[in-house]
Structures are given as C-alpha cells and as structure tokens.
C-alpha cells in the first residue's frame, strides 16, 4: 500500500480519486489549498498529485517549498496546457504533467508506473541503504564517495562526484542546470551554469568507456538533466 497525498481545490475529483485509489489499497491524504498541501507533505507520502491553479500558493509555489523535503514523485494536474508551463513543472522538479482534463484510467496508470520506477529504484542493499546505491552494474558508496560499474571504479573529481551523487539520490527528478550549480557550487561561487555542461560531459565520458551502452545520466532538453532510475 503506498501513500498518495492529494493537493487540488476540486472537492468533487478529489473524492472521486480518493475512493478510486482507496479501492486500490492506497491510503488517500487530501488538501484543498497550498498552505494545506505543504504542511501534509511532511508527512512523507509515496506520491503526490498536485494542482496548479490554487486559491493561496499556487502548484508552482507548493513544489518549490516541498522538493527539498520529499523524494516522492510530483505529478502535476494542470488545465494549463502550454508547453511553457510543462517546461516549468519538469524543470522546479515534477516529475509528470498530466493535462485536465484527463482520462482516469490513464492517470491511475501514471500513478502505477511512477510508483513502480520509485520502488525500482530503491532497489537497494537493506544493510546499507543509506550510504550504498544500486543502479545496474552502477554502484554509488556515499559513505567513500566512490562510483563503480562493475567491479571499475570511476575515477570522477569531486565536482563530478558530487553532481552524480546529486541526480542519483533523485534519480527521475529534473535538475536545470542553474539548480544544479547552485546544489554543487554554492549561491556565491564565481562562474555560470555552463560549467555544468562540461562536467556532465566528462562524467558521461568515463561512464561510457566501461559500460558504453548504457545511460544513466540523461539530457531532458530545453530543462537540465535527470538520472536513469531504470538504466539496467
């Protein structure tokens, strides 16, 4: 059973998407505004379904206060169907956009998937699950800050590092390249977000000379980039 937390002013498809996902064996948290939605999230659901046009904080303002508490997928539900306000969504770190209205056996099975990749990519040594992940051959030990595919290790810098570390602790989430360089340089380092580009160059570099056919750091264009939380 997962937890799904429901963030929409509409009463009426609100409940009729808690008793679809209670039939399910989900159990269903519902808020009607923003305020209300970031308070529940802290109590860390599995998922979230989260509308854009809200009386108060608005979706855009929810998930801004939000992504650096919770690791869940964010789907956004939104009548708003410009690719710009896609873009937006994806890139302050939703991992879905679902255009209202919408087919309800296609947004259960959004909710499926999405719960399915997350439980993929916790896939990991119950031992050492917060200083070890496994994606494929990839390993990433936190603990000693080392990245092995297979049995080689890949000799990345610290910016490197750092960067891979970021993306796989989030693995499906969207980084732009500006939040990137703000997680890794800091607000007040000295330089721009193209340095970024070169790094994950480099680092897609030394992952390809050992395991060449697969990608585990993937480019979302016109937004940033994501890790491969289904890379085998």
Known sequence: MSRILIIDDEKELVQLLR????????EVLAAYDGDDGV?????QPDLILLDIMMPGKDGFEV???IRDE???PILFLSAKQSEADR?????IGGDDYIVKPFGLRELLARIGANLRREKRARNINSEDRHTRLYFGKLSL??????????ETVIGLTRREYEIVELLAMSSGQVFSREQI??????YDAEGDSSTV???????RAKFSEVDPNTEYVSTVWGIGYKWNRDAR
Not at 87 to 91: A, D, E, H, I, T
């Open 181 to 186: 360089y703000e997680k890794i340089w800091g």
């Open 19 to 26: 008793d679809e996902l209670t039939a399910r064996g989900h």
């Open 197 to 203: 580009v070169e790094h994950v160059k480099k680092i």
């Open 39 to 43: 308070a529940l999230a802290k109590q």
């Open 70 to 72: 919770v690791t869940c």
């Open 63 to 65: 998930c801004r206060a």
């Open 87 to 91: 873009v937006r969504g994806l890139s």
């Open 141 to 150: 030990d936190r603990k000693g800050r080392v990245v092995r595919i297979g």
